[in-house]
């Protein structure tokens, strides 16, 4: 059964790094992408890699300091966080695509928005203190 599961959370001090892991059982072929929700904000799309790893994409608020990896040989992406501060402190998920990028140009495509997702994973904590 495919399924997305998240690990790799934690608690760590302003300018500490953690890397987040993003178990994609299932999802060789789909793009991934992470995104998170702090309290009272909407979840929005921070990172995402196509199916290939030949893209990647960040949000303004964390490029050069996140760093997005897939490893399909471990059915497994990577969200490497460094320098984290305070306001990156949210719950974590990880997303699959709506369907499997069959041609070779949509394996060089992802989409951080919302509707781009089709399957969630449970979320992972990350606290940053000051």
């Known amino acids: 059964q495919s399924q997305l599961v998240e690990s790799g959370g934690g608690l760590v001090q302003s300018g500490g790094s953690l890397r987040l892991s993003c178990s994609a059982s299932?999802?060789?072929?789909?793009?991934i992408g992470w995104f998170r929700q702090a309290p009272g904000k909407e979840r929005e799309g921070i990172s995402c890699?196509?199916?290939?790893?030949?893209?990647?994409k960040y949000a303004d608020s964390v490029k050069g300091r996140f760093t997005i990896s897939r490893d399909n040989a471990k059915n497994t992406v990577y969200l490497q966080l460094n320098g984290l501060q305070p306001e990156d402190t949210a719950v974590y998920y990880c997303?699959?695509?709506?369907?499997?990028?069959?041609?070779?140009?949509?394996?060089?495509?992802?989409?951080?928005?919302?509707?781009?997702?089709?399957?969630w994973g449970q979320g992972t904590q990350v606290t940053v203190s000051s």
């Open positions: 890699t196509s199916s290939s790893g030949a893209m990647k």
């Open positions: 997303a699959a695509g709506r369907s499997k990028q069959t041609s070779l140009r949509a394996q060089s495509t992802c989409d951080m928005t919302l509707s781009s997702v089709g399957t």
């Open positions: 299932g999802f060789t072929y789909y793009a």
